[in-house]
């Protein structure tokens, strides 16, 4: 059975969490410099470009499961791995997308992390890029990718600071996703998201439909937001 190196260099070191941080800025820098911004590289599909694709996946599970414990939390959210992270949402290859906001979304759980994010221009880049592509009612959504980046812009609207943000920057996308979105959860946190929005500035309401599904989705959202604070 081979085991990938970088896992046992990981549970031999002295510092685990800091190992796993260097390992994940060192192949983010391999996928950029591999795939570039022009397309997928002919060295997409070659070995080493496989097993690296392989470490990373690794990684993003340590990660993961590290940020299920509070004190794990903490620590990944002081290693500022969000900007590195959100530099591979701007690859043009997907192979590695899901792993990224997987670990992207268990880090949100941390203010720190969230606060990161929501300020990061790479970031919202991305997000905006997302939200042309549902602005078209003919383009195809990948709805996984979506439900994990509307995830972590509801957590980011746990805190006021961060939905007056959201509020200023994200409005048009929050409002797109009732009818935009095919799962259930991410409808869900879209309209929990615009909701504390509404918290944070009540005029944010004069741009949400006044008729029709989005305006019903709203108004339940806000119901269930209410019962809860």
Known sequence: ?????????????????????????????????????????????????????????NIGQMVTALSVNEQGLS?????????????????????????TLVILSSLARSKESCTAMIRSQRFMRVLTAVQITLQDPGSA????ELEYLVCIVD??????????????????????????????NTKLMGIRALTRCTFVDPSVTDSIPSVGLSCLHYKIGRASCRERV
């Open 75 to 99: 620590v990944m959210s002081k290693l500022h791995l969000e900007e590195p992270l959100a530099a591979l949402l701007e690859l043009p290859a997907d192979d590695f997308r899901v792993t």
């Open 155 to 184: 957590r980011g609207c746990c805190f006021p600071e961060l939905a007056n943000q959201v509020k200023d920057k994200l409005l048009r996308f929050l409002c797109l996703l009732p009818s935009r979105s095919d799962v259930v």
């Open 1 to 57: 059975m081979s085991v990938d190196e970088s896992v046992i260099a990981t549970l031999v070191a002295e510092d685990p969490v800091k190992v796993i941080a260097q390992r994940i800025v060192m192949l983010v820098g391999y996928f950029k410099k591999h795939i570039g911004q022009q397309g997928n590289s002919a060295e997409a599909d070659s070995e080493a470009m496989v097993a690296a694709g392989v470490a990373f996946r």
């Open 141 to 144: 959504v990948n709805q996984e």
